[in-house]
């Protein structure tokens, strides 16, 4: 195996579209390593390369998601990503999901020194969505596209903007204002329809609330089987989706040993233990991004200029 630093010939030498070749990556992954009219998996998250030197393109002091607990400082100098990439299972194999990467955008905050000449600065959900709506151009119309993301992309700029066809499966914040749906509207009634329906109580709430009906499921994540209690319904969460239904399930091991969860699906027909699978295959996006980097390199090469 080459090192990944070794592809820095190809792009001093050739007039190349990033584009053009994530397409073709992409829809070559699709026919091969997935079933014919399945739903596609796409898996969206960020991660930092450090690089020292200020006169880096695009480089900063930036948020390091994968800093340990206990750092010094949860913060480091490097560029970072936006990245995404499909989600495979190979039977035969391995259980686990596997996340390959096809597309990325290079993102830097405004306090950068050098930034890259002639582009807009742009937020990093705005460049999810981007990713986002790229990906569902190339797939069919008739096929499923699923976005799985973390808490930071459940927001209004991705979750308004999603394209027709796709679906996103994420977190969501224990104090989120949720509503009910809005109520059918009368014949005769007058003023424009409600919107929202009434405020109902936060899912930090929901926990704490004794009458809250929890069902016991189980479910094969990370490689195990769990038991878990969940209780899922359909809401409003008006401020990151306006009034589209979305489905929240609250889950809870019933060990305590794991933390209370919150996730949500813009898909209302998933069932609980769906969305809870769908999600926990997010973890292998920051897999893949650990691994590209300590085995491949590609925060090693200390390229400055754009």
Known sequence: MRHFASVYRFFSRSVWSEDSISRRLFLWMVEVLLEAGCDVTVLLDDTLNKHRGRKICGSAWQHDGAAPKGAASPFAWGVCFVVIGLAVRLPGISQRVFCLPFAARLWWPESAQVKPEGRVHRTKQQLALELIELTRSWLDQARILRVVTDIGYCCATVMKGLPDGVHLTGRARKDSSLYALAEKRKPGTRGRPRKKGTRLPTPQEMFQDPGTPWKRIKVSTYGKTKCMLVHSFRTIWYHPAGNRPLLFVLVRDPKGSQPDSVF??????????????????????EITNREVKHLLGSADPQCRTE
């Open 264 to 285: 949500v699906d813009t898909d209302l027909d998933s069932t609980a233990a769906e969305t809870v699978v769908r999600y926990a295959a997010r973890w292998s996006i």
